[in-house]
């Protein structure tokens, strides 16, 4: 057979592919890497363990007080914020700072979008009715707790007498107790350890977040009694708000290695990842708040999966409808 000519430059000498190999060999962990980075499964449902939504303040809709928040976040866009970044369903808390104890505007937004929200209702413990409130809310659909307030501010102690017609109320319509005692770890153990019968949900990792930036110097001061605190087999924690407490900007790398020691002392399955939107609107955007751990290779896909839906939906016997 006679050789065809063959272009010049069109063969690679030896030379040149040893060098490419080498530089293959070389860079090929950064490439795995990135690779495992950009293949990270979606969890099969996204639950968002709280979001506030409210209307304007107006006359016919007063605000009990107006925190640092945009002037409005309607269920209609806070539906549309979700729905730009793949969050499926969310758990809805009434903004107690805003409407106090009225769940009304709540209700309608749930109301137009009964397969994107369910409902939690803050509680006042000054009532003495209060168990007929929680006995009358467990009537409305969608609904599936209540919320009691336990911050040192709010100068209520674990023997109060309302938390105890609360939670008294809340196990007989068998619903979770989500209580905010950030700040306050010691008196919300005991609160906790007072009632070993009832099901808490615990708000933003029992950790104080601030409300606009920086962070605090020492953020996760109280993350030993935290971790201490998963002994209490009765209580689940939200991993909500955590990117508000990152020195460092987006993706906020600095939260991994303090969340690590929360998971590893409550287990995935105990764990409720949310972004507290809009409280925390003045620290992170929403967008900010749900890529970091859609995106994270500190996750593996199955904790992400129990994380960011999977436990909400356990803890609280709800998940989204998806188209």
């Known amino acids: 057979m006679t050789s065809q000519p063959v272009a010049e430059g069109s063969l690679i000498d030896r030379r040149t592919l040893l060098r490419a190999g080498a530089a293959l060999a070389a860079s090929g962990p950064a490439l795995l890497r990135s690779a495992c980075a950009s293949a990270q499964s979606r969890p099969p449902v996204v639950i968002d363990a709280q979001v506030h939504a409210y209307a304007a303040n107006t006359p016919a809709r007063p605000w009990h007080s107006v925190p640092n928040w945009p002037s409005h976040v309607t269920g209609d866009e806070m539906v549309?914020?979700?729905?730009?970044?793949?969050?499926?369903?969310?758990?809805?808390?009434?903004?107690?700072?805003?409407?106090?104890?009225?769940?009304?505007?709540?209700?309608?937004?749930?109301?137009?979008?009964p397969d994107r929200f369910a409902l939690v209702k803050p509680v006042n413990p000054n009532d003495p009715a209060v168990g007929d409130v929680i006995a009358e809310w467990k009537k409305t659909p969608g609904t599936v707790g209540i919320r009691i307030i336990m911050t040192k501010e709010s100068k209520r102690?674990?023997?109060?007498?309302?938390?105890?017609?609360?939670?008294?109320?809340?196990?007989?319509?068998?619903?979770?107790?989500?209580?905010?005692?950030?700040?306050?770890?010691?008196?919300?153990?005991?609160?906790?350890?007072?009632?070993?019968?009832?099901?808490?949900?615990?708000?933003?990792?029992?950790?104080?977040?601030?409300?606009?930036?920086?962070?605090?110097?020492?953020?996760?001061?109280?993350?030993?009694?935290?971790?201490?605190?998963?002994?209490?087999?009765?209580?689940?924690?939200?991993?909500t708000g955590a990117c508000t407490l990152?020195?460092?900007?987006?993706?906020?790398?600095?939260?991994w290695d303090p969340l690590k020691r929360i998971f590893d002392a409550w287990g995935f399955d105990r764990c409720l990842w949310g972004t507290d939107w809009t409280r925390a609107?003045?620290?992170?955007?929403?967008?900010e708040a749900?890529?970091?751990?859609?995106?994270?290779?500190?996750?593996?896909?199955?904790?992400?999966a129990m994380l960011m839906g999977g436990a909400t939906a356990k803890a609280y016997g709800w998940s989204p409808k998806k188209a």
Do not use: C
């Open 80 to 113: 549309a914020a979700m729905d730009k970044v793949g969050v499926d369903g969310a758990i809805y808390i009434s903004p107690v700072s805003m409407y106090q104890y009225d769940a009304s505007y709540a209700v309608s937004v749930r109301q137009k979008h």
């Open 157 to 239: 102690h674990p023997d109060d007498p309302g938390f105890d017609r609360i939670i008294t109320a809340a196990m007989k319509a068998d619903f979770p107790v989500n209580v905010l005692f950030w700040g306050n770890v010691d008196a919300g153990t005991a609160l906790i350890d007072r009632h070993p019968n009832a099901r808490f949900i615990i708000d933003h990792m029992g950790i104080s977040q601030p409300n606009v930036p920086p962070a605090p110097p020492n953020a996760w001061a109280d993350l030993p009694k935290v971790v201490e605190l998963a002994k209490r087999k009765n209580a689940v924690i939200k991993i």
């Open 246 to 255: 990152s020195k460092q900007p987006y993706p906020f790398p600095d939260i």
């Open 281 to 287: 609107y003045a620290v992170v955007h929403y967008k």
């Open 290 to 304: 749900v890529e970091p751990f859609l995106n994270t290779d500190r996750l593996s896909d199955s904790e992400r």
